[in-house]
């Protein structure tokens, strides 16, 4: 375990305090207080670390976050986690689907890449994803996801209510299942994939969180993940320049507007501890 994480965990463990009455706006300002003492502490601390997991951070995000829980704490928390293809999304939330399972964490992970709109009839016209693309399909654009539908169903989580998700094949097939996936309202919604920023919903989150990485590394990566795919080198080095444009048009003007980023390059075992440390901090309490 990352020595710095390991004295954050002890010492954690040492300062047990008094659960305050979270019924009164007063129980819930105590809470709020603490919190924010917490992020502040974990931002020194993972300023000593060697590759760092928080790059940069909203200065005012904090007040704005915890006076939310103060003013609707029955809500559930939601969180946005975005970034570029290849950024480390999708690895992120695997490390923290491990810590949900290991920790019992009451969080929930829905994939807004199932909200992709169903391409099937293009994808039939024009022989293959690829063809479709290179017609000018523009498949990162928010008009080819179902948005409307996206934040409907994360309004519905964040009041409690379980919902059926679509599902979008990733078969080549362009297909997407409605009413397909049962994702359950749980005190944590964290909706993973690039839309999550998108204009249509990112002002009905918490916390909005971009993944950032150095783009010759993301490449890197990007052409790794098509090798195992089976993917043509010369088709592939095409979709990345693609990826590229979208990412300049959709998501790079989104960044700004984040509350966290964080680095796709760090540690996973660091981030693993880092979430272990996030669960205790919530949840060290002792109540008379």
Not at 67 to 86: E, F, T, V
Not at 209 to 218: G, H, T
Request: glycine share 4%; hydrophobic share 35%; net charge neutral.
């Amino acid at each position: 375990m990352d020595s710095l994480v390991k004295n954050l965990l002890e010492n954690q463990t040492k300062e047990k305090i008094q659960k305050p009455n979270c019924q009164t706006r007063t129980g819930r300002s105590l809470l709020a207080f603490y919190l924010q003492t917490k992020f502040k502490q974990i931002i020194n601390h993972d300023k000593k670390a060697e590759k760092h997991l928080i790059l940069d951070y909203r200065k005012d995000f904090l007040d704005d976050f915890t006076n939310r829980l103060i003013d609707r704490p029955s809500d559930r928390i939601l969180i946005a986690l975005s970034g570029q293809s290849a950024s480390g999304k999708s690895t992120i939330c695997k490390v923290i689907t491990k810590c949900v399972n290991q920790l019992n964490l009451p969080v929930t992970i829905l994939t807004a890449d199932n909200y992709f709109n169903d391409i099937s009839e293009l994808i039939k016209k024009y022989g293959n994803f690829d063809l479709l693309r290179d017609a000018g399909y523009d498949v990162d654009s928010p008009d080819n996801f179902y948005l409307d539908l996206l934040r409907s169903d994360i309004l519905k989580l964040q009041k409690g209510d379980d919902i059926y998700s679509p599902e979008y094949l990733v078969n080549g097939t362009g297909c997407s299942k409605p009413n397909s996936i049962f994702v359950k309202s749980k005190k944590v919604i964290i909706v993973e994939g690039m839309c999550s920023i998108y204009d249509k919903v990112q002002d009905i989150f918490d916390i909005k969180v971009y993944v950032d990485i150095d783009n010759e590394e993301r490449k890197r990566r990007f052409l790794n993940r098509a090798a195992q795919r089976n993917q043509d080198e010369a088709n592939a080095l095409k979709h990345w320049d693609y990826i590229m444009e979208a990412g300049k048009k959709y998501l790079i003007p989104n960044k700004e507007k984040c509350d966290i980023i964080i680095n796709g390059e760090c540690n996973l075992d660091y981030f693993a501890h880092m979430v272990e440390y996030i669960n205790l901090i919530t949840n060290n309490f002792y109540e008379e």
